[in-house]
């Protein structure tokens, strides 16, 4: 993706010192355009924990990165093996509802056990932090691909005229490596001269889709126009949208979809519109293990003080303001639950399928526990 007309990914080892880790700040956006260093694991698990990375993909690269630098810090410890447990159990404990980060975890576990000493174990390390990152970025890039075909028909069945398409939260280039899930077949369209146009939910309580999703559309020249949460049901009933693309967190075996909070309320609105309703996702995204997604994905509930509270860009800089009552308390889940009845299809890297455990389940016959990439 080109930040000003330069590529960027959302996260990198910094030039002429591999031993720092530098991603892009996305709490500072779309205000301003901050890169930050990582140089510790406790670093690496404030910045997922705090929001300054997020989303699938790129939580779970950053995990990777951190087991790198974990192992790092364990060659200059006198228990290696302890020191690295210590690191994958303070990550894991994080974000718990998304499947990439543990993941991410247990793959450099599997690996830095293969290897004989603490050189050879940050050597694999760093591959396979650089081997996570790679391949979400090029299954991003093949989803885009397989979800094209499904813009450019409405498109054809619309005459030429812009296809409307509704999103929600954040799943574009700065929740993954590059491209992005939800986001990759939007821009393989626009990039085709496709006539597309996105309806980006701002997505509260800490607002991804007016803040991140709106900033990079913006960047790659797609029209866009910013609604409130609860706006999707209207315009779906007046025919305003042609298909909804979200993304995913989690994703049973079964076709149950975790994401962020508000995503079931579209699901269900779009069901009884006839809306097309596409979840788009890596096969790093399925819990290969888990079936029943409203008892079995674990739902992250975060601060309250996030919907107490709603910060933005004032003329002195970012500021920060109480929206509610004083001694109002609040609850902040941070995802729902979509069950596969709601689910039009998910497009992976693969291709399409639908979202049922035969569908899903002959389309990646090779994974088990661990995506291709642990094979």
């Given at each position: 993706?080109?930040?000003?007309?330069?590529?960027?990914?959302?996260?990198?080892?910094?030039?002429?010192?591999?031993?720092?880790?530098?991603?892009?700040?996305?709490?500072?956006?779309?205000?301003?355009?901050?890169?930050?260093?990582?140089?510790?694991?406790?670093?690496?698990?404030?910045?997922?924990?705090?929001?300054?990375?997020?989303?699938?993909?790129?939580?779970?690269?950053?995990?990777?990165?951190?087991?790198?630098?974990?192992?790092?810090?364990?060659?200059?410890?006198?228990?290696?093996?302890?020191?690295?447990?210590?690191?994958?159990?303070?990550?894991?404990?994080?974000?718990?509802?998304?499947?990439n980060l543990a993941r991410s975890v247990d793959l450099q576990l599997k690996r830095l056990a293969l290897a004989p000493t603490p050189e050879a174990k940050i050597a694999a390390a760093l591959g396979t932090a650089m081997q996570i990152a790679d391949e979400d970025a090029e299954?991003?890039?093949?989803?885009?691909e397989h979800g094209l075909g499904l813009i450019q028909r409405l498109s054809k069945n619309k005459n030429g005229a812009p296809v409307h398409i509704l999103t929600h939260c954040n799943a574009g280039w700065l929740a993954f490596v590059d491209y992005g899930s939800a986001t990759?077949?939007?821009?393989?369209?626009?990039?085709?001269?496709?006539?597309?146009?996105?309806?980006?939910?701002?997505?509260?309580?800490?607002?991804?889709?007016?803040?991140?999703?709106?900033?990079?559309?913006?960047?790659?020249?797609?029209?866009?126009?910013?609604?409130?949460?609860?706006?999707?049901?209207?315009?779906?009933?007046?025919?305003?949208?042609?298909?909804?693309?979200?993304?995913?967190?989690?994703?049973?075996?079964?076709?149950?979809?975790?994401?962020?909070?508000?995503?079931?309320?579209?699901?269900?609105?779009?069901?009884?519109?006839?809306?097309?309703?596409?979840?788009?996702?890596?096969?790093?995204?399925?819990?290969?293990?888990?079936?029943?997604?409203?008892?079995?994905?674990?739902?992250?509930?975060?601060?309250?003080?996030?919907?107490?509270?709603?910060?933005?860009?004032?003329?002195?800089?970012?500021?920060?303001?109480?929206?509610?009552?004083?001694?109002?308390?609040?609850?902040?889940?941070?995802?729902?639950?979509?069950?596969?009845?709601?689910?039009?299809?998910?497009?992976?890297?693969?291709?399409?399928?639908?979202?049922?455990?035969?569908?899903?389940?002959?389309?990646?016959?090779?994974?088990?526990?661990?995506?291709?990439?642990?094979?």
């Amino acid at each position: 993706m080109k930040v000003n007309g330069r590529h960027f990914r959302t996260i990198w080892l910094k030039e002429n010192d591999p031993r720092v880790v530098q991603v892009i700040d996305q709490r500072a956006l779309p205000h301003r355009f901050v890169i930050a260093e990582i140089k510790t694991v406790k670093q690496a698990a404030a910045a997922i924990r705090d929001m300054l990375v997020r989303g699938a993909g790129l939580i779970g690269a950053t995990a990777g990165y951190a087991m790198y630098l974990a192992a790092l810090e364990a060659s200059r410890s006198t228990d290696f093996e302890a020191k690295l447990f210590q690191a994958a159990g303070e990550l894991k404990a994080t974000r718990p509802t998304a499947v990439n980060l543990a993941r991410s975890v247990d793959l450099q576990l599997k690996r830095l056990a293969l290897a004989p000493t603490p050189e050879a174990k940050i050597a694999a390390a760093l591959g396979t932090a650089m081997q996570i990152a790679d391949e979400d970025a090029e299954f991003c890039r093949r989803i885009g691909e397989h979800g094209l075909g499904l813009i450019q028909r409405l498109s054809k069945n619309k005459n030429g005229a812009p296809v409307h398409i509704l999103t929600h939260c954040n799943a574009g280039w700065l929740a993954f490596v590059d491209y992005g899930s939800a986001t990759a077949p939007i821009y393989a369209a626009h990039d085709l001269g496709v006539s597309v146009h996105v309806w980006v939910d701002e997505t509260r309580p800490r607002s991804q889709g007016s803040k991140l999703t709106a900033w990079e559309l913006g960047e790659h020249g797609v029209p866009h126009t910013i609604i409130a949460d609860n706006t999707g049901g209207h315009l779906m009933q007046h025919g305003m949208v042609d298909m909804v693309i979200v993304g995913t967190d989690r994703t049973t075996c079964t076709g149950d979809v975790a994401n962020k909070i508000g995503t079931y309320l579209k699901a269900l609105a779009a069901k009884d519109n006839g809306v097309p309703f596409y979840v788009a996702l890596p096969s790093s995204s399925f819990d290969w293990k888990l079936r029943d997604g409203l008892s079995e994905i674990p739902i992250e509930e975060r601060d309250s003080d996030e919907v107490r509270f709603a910060d933005g860009w004032h003329d002195d800089g970012h500021t920060e303001v109480r929206v509610c009552p004083e001694k109002s308390s609040a609850a902040n889940y941070g995802f729902d639950v979509t069950p596969r009845r709601l689910v039009t299809g998910l497009i992976t890297e693969r291709g399409l399928c639908e979202a049922n455990e035969e569908s899903i389940r002959s389309l990646f016959p090779d994974l088990a526990g661990f995506a291709a990439i642990a094979e």
